[in-house]
């Protein structure tokens, strides 16, 4: 089962920013996207807010890999 959701931990991994940052930025997007507390933040929500691209934020948070290996 694929993760949809992405968390402040994550967000770190991807942004390189700290802890704290993260948090305040996924405060923002729940207010952004009229979200309440309990709610979660999509992937999708984060890339559009962002401007970073689906794809790339969602094989990375479920580990899939994207390079194409060489078939000789």
Do not use: W
Request: with cysteine; glycine share 4%.
């Amino acid at each position: 089962m694929k993760q949809l959701f992405i968390y402040p931990k994550e967000i770190v991994l991807i942004t390189g920013k700290s802890l704290t940052t993260a948090q305040t930025l996924v405060r923002t997007m729940k207010d952004v996207y009229d979200k309440e507390k309990h709610q979660d933040i999509t992937i999708r929500e984060f890339c559009d807010y962002t401007g970073v691209l689906y794809e790339d934020v969602f094989n990375m948070i479920n580990g899939i890999d994207t390079k194409k290996k060489d078939v000789a």
